[in-house]
């Protein structure tokens, strides 16, 4: 008699086991194996038999138990249609994700990190377990892992936040190397690098232009209600955006004097800029409406929505941006809207028009940007002129040369 025909009477001299309890799993298979159908192919956890001297004989409890451990470690990879990694000892990358957390955790609470960048963070942390699952072994991950990454990664962003991404992603690796928690330096290979020069010109070609008409940006202001009117005027007359009106506090604005002092909340930069009388009105008039703060930690700020909350807020898995909505409505509403512009065109309207004043130093300082440059160790005072002569050319461009010629004391005082 064959082999195979031995094999076949001796898998129907034994009966399959039945499931230990309702809604395992795993079903058993003739060939003495746990099996379950994963995105149309069959995969074997474990045995329920083994096969002694030509016959297959029930293992101890079926093995029911083991073959369950086993495909729970194999199960989120093999469902998202991953090949899967087999834990064997070793630092995995929920692990490692966790604790680069908990080192942010840690800055965002002494207010050395961003609310904004801990929520970045986040979805970077979302990112890696979903494309490489999160019971994968570190030192598993190989350079075509993450050449498929970057393909992912492009396909469905710019390259701006392609680069951003990449350089956070590496800093979760560096943390677990820096801080002995993987033994090796991870092996990125030769394609996870961010999009070169060309890329980033290729890319700003072919994208809407940020940028409109004086005109038209008047009928913004003009439409807008208290406190977006408001938020409007600083995003043109100090290339604030979003995260800057949302997380202004009262005290970095002084309207006696007319002047504005805050550092960025994404850089912590300082940036000082004198304001229009048109921003200082709006100012005054959106806190004659402002809605009391619902939470004792939000009542230094200067801008509050109708529910008494900031007007942006980072939850678990998601950020509300009041101030791009608001202001999305409302280029909707004059026609205006196109595909690729928001709040954020704003800053890009005042730097376009700041720089024919040709004091890159001065447009710097108002809108918050680093100097990078040797000279800039030695600079201690900014010439406030400098400063007034850049916000008072955009104001010539967007009012006209003959508004509003009086300061904003002088208008203040004869009210």
């Known amino acids: 008699m064959s082999e195979s025909t031995t094999s076949r009477l001796s898998r129907k001299a034994i009966s399959k086991p039945k499931k230990p309890y309702e809604g395992f799993p795993l079903t058993p298979h003739a060939s003495g194996k746990w099996q379950k159908k994963i995105r149309g192919r069959i995969h074997y956890f474990g045995a329920w038999a083994r096969r002694v001297d030509g016959k297959l004989e029930r293992v101890k409890g079926d093995g029911w138990e083991e073959a369950l451990e086993l495909y729970k470690e194999q199960a989120e990879d093999l469902h998202a249609g991953r090949e899967p990694r087999v834990l064997s000892g070793g630092f995995t990358l929920v692990e490692l994700c966790n604790k680069f957390l908990e080192s942010k955790k840690r800055k965002l609470d002494a207010n050395e990190l961003s609310v904004r960048m801990f929520h970045e963070y986040k979805q970077i942390k979302d990112l890696l377990l979903s494309s490489f699952g999160s019971n994968r072994l570190v030192d598993s991950l190989t350079p075509e892992d993450f050449e498929k990454l970057r393909a992912d990664m492009a396909k469905r962003w710019g390259p701006a936040r392609l680069s951003n991404s990449i350089v956070s992603i590496k800093s979760f690796f560096k943390y677990g190397v820096d801080n002995f928690l993987i033994d090796k330096t991870v092996r990125y290979g030769t394609e996870f690098k961010r999009p070169n020069k060309a890329t980033f010109r290729k890319h700003k070609a072919t994208r809407t232009k940020k940028t409109m008409e004086a005109a038209d940006l008047r009928k913004l202001i003009e439409n807008a209600e208290q406190p977006l009117r408001a938020m409007i005027l600083l995003g043109l007359n100090s290339g604030f955006g979003n995260t800057d009106c949302a997380s202004l506090p009262l005290s970095a604005v002084d309207l006696k004097t007319g002047w504005l002092s805050f550092p960025r909340p994404k850089t912590g930069i300082d940036r000082r800029c004198p304001l229009w009388p048109e921003t200082v009105d709006a100012i005054h008039e959106a806190l004659e409406l402002r809605t009391k703060p619902v939470r004792d930690e939000d ?115 004869t009210k």
Not at 345 to 368: C, E, P, Q, Y
Request: glycine residues 8%; proline residues 1%; hydrophobic residues 45%.
């Open 299 to 413: 009542a230094g700020l200067l801008f509050i929505n109708r529910r008494g909350a900031p007007f942006i807020r980072f939850v678990e898995k998601a950020q509300t941006d009041l101030v791009g909505e608001q202001f999305f409505e409302l280029l909707k509403k004059l026609g205006f809207y196109k595909k690729g512009i928001g709040f954020y065109l704003l800053r890009h309207v005042f730097r376009t028009k700041a720089g024919s004043v040709r004091d890159n130093d001065a447009v710097d300082v108002i809108m918050g940007h680093v100097d990078t440059s040797m000279g800039a160790h030695y600079v201690d005072e900014f010439e406030d002129w400098r400063l007034q002569a850049v916000v008072d050319h955009v104001h010539a461009w967007l009012f006209g040369k003959d508004a509003s010629k009086q300061s904003h004391v002088e208008r203040l005082t």
